[in-house]
């Protein structure tokens, strides 16, 4: 798979370790250095500045979408590559699905679990067909991806669906990941997607 955007949900808020920081700059170079654009919420603080800044700095482009409420805050990057404010949560969500061709995520809170959980679902149903990667700095993930096995060993979560997130441990290891990534739909996946068409 060949990468041109990858859209990176992560906090808006710096975290307690350096480690968090430090990962969020070092994957930003490698976007600039392999020319993968960054697609992000707009942000201008916590671990969603820090990346912006990390690409925009080594010479990379980078797209932010934000919600009208949130720009009003001022809490919009005002450096970016293009910023495209939008009226909802949800419209942000759908602008940058469409715009990146693969989904990470670094830590973050309720709204970067949300913001991936929804991406994976979306993969599974075969709305679109994108991977999705946890950078697990520190063990940050371990949690999230133990609840996964559990699914998967309640069967809630089937072993394929599973195998839609990918886990690395290094800012450098993302985007080999990324490219290497298959993945076959089950047959009710592409049923839903057949149904929803219809509902359309």
Known sequence: ?????????????????????????????????????????????????V????????????????????HDLEVAHSGLSELQVVDSMHT???AMADAAEAFVALPGGFGTFEELFEAITWTQLGIHHKPCLVLNVEGYFDPLLELVKRGVMEGFISPNAAKILL?????????????????????????????????R
């Not at 990468?3 to 700059?25: D, I, P, T, W, Y």
């Not at 020319?35 to 969603?48: A, D």
């Not at 990941?177 to 068409?197: G, I, N, V």
């Open 51 to 70: 990346v912006a800044d990390s690409v925009l700095e080594a010479g990379g482009e980078v797209l932010g979408v934000i919600p009208q409420a949130l």
């Open 92 to 94: 942000r969500k759908m």
């Open 1 to 49: 798979m060949k990468l041109k955007s990858v859209c990176v949900f992560c906090g808006s808020s710096f975290g307690q370790r350096e480690e968090f920081k430090a990962v969020a700059q070092a994957l930003g170079r490698e976007f600039a250095t392999e020319k993968v654009r960054l697609v992000y919420g707009g942000g201008r603080v916590g671990l969603m500045g």
């Open 167 to 199: 886990r690395v441990e290094k800012a450098e290891e993302v985007l080999p990941a990324l490219r290497a990534w298959e993945f076959t739909p089950e047959s009710k996946a592409a049923q839903a997607k057949e149904d929803l068409e219809k509902l």
